[in-house]
T-cell receptor
Framework: ETGVTQTPRHLVMGMTNKKSLKCEQH?????MYWYKQSAKKPLELMFV???????ENNSVPSRFSPECPNSSHLFLHLHTLQPEDSALYLC???????????FGSGTRLTVV | AQSVAQPEDQVNVAEGNPLTVKCTYS??????LFWYVQYPNRGLQFLLK??????LVKGSYGFEAEFNKSQTSFHLKKPSALVSDSALYFC???????????FGTGTRLKVLA
């Protein structure tokens, strides 16, 4: 375990479903991130939260909705997704003034 | 714009042979460079970083990387490859002055027994 825990590990959902991905970190970090990993593409930064405030949203479709209720928890709420949204969704955390991320193991999402 | 390139989709090497995984970068100012490894169905794990100082950086699992400013490269190396080193390797650069990291597309390393 890296200190960043993601649940569920796997998720299959229909295009009309609503689901949420959860990320939890116990490292005392003050920034958290959602990344999307698709085959043969660079990791795509989706959202950044620093001190529980969203500081970046890289033009992600509104069918993805993040939530950061506190510095240890991060959610990604999903609704009316498309098949092309199928990917590995990675959560990461970091601490201001330190270099590098700590990643979770990811949630493998399949949209059918 | 800051960017990082990994020119090889896959690298094959025989067990026991030295390995190199290539990375080049483009940044304004001093680069902060990183290597991460991803095993199947796992997240990325930190291997090593270059912030400042010695150009040869040593990291986890016997890996090292050489920072070359003139060639804007940060190649990952290991003197003797193991089958267990087979994984996906990502090079990353920290966007100067921000918290953002820019990742390459990844290089799949396959070590053959």
């Amino acid at each position: 375990e890296t200190g960043v825990t993601q649940t569920p590990r796997h998720l299959v959902m229909g295009m009309t479903n609503k689901k949420s991905l959860k990320c939890e970190q116990h490292l005392g970090h003050n920034a958290m991130y959602w990344y999307k990993q698709s085959a043969k593409k660079p990791l795509e930064l989706m959202f950044v939260y620093s001190l529980e405030e969203r500081v970046e949203n890289n033009s992600v479709p509104s069918r993805f909705s993040p939530e950061c209720p506190n510095s240890s928890h991060l959610f990604l709420h999903l609704h009316t997704l498309q098949p092309e949204d199928s990917a590995l969704y990675l959560c990461a955390s970091s601490q201001e003034g330190q270099y590098g991320y700590t990643f979770g193991s990811g949630t493998r999402l399949t949209v059918v | 714009a800051q960017s990082v390139a990994q020119p090889e989709d896959q690298v094959n090497v025989a067990e026991g042979n030295p390995l190199t995984v290539k990375c080049t970068y483009s940044v304004s100012g001093n680069p902060y460079l990183f290597w991460y490894v991803q095993y199947p169905n796992r997240g990325l794990q930190f291997l090593l970083k270059y912030i400042t100082g010695d150009n040869l950086v040593k990291g986890s699992y016997g890996f090292e990387a050489e920072f070359n400013k003139s060639q804007t490269s940060f190649h990952l190396k290991k003197p003797s490859a193991l089958v267990s080193d087979s994984a996906l390797y990502f090079c990353a650069v920290r966007d100067t002055g921000t918290y953002k990291y820019i990742f390459g597309t990844g290089t799949r390393l396959k070590v053959l027994a």
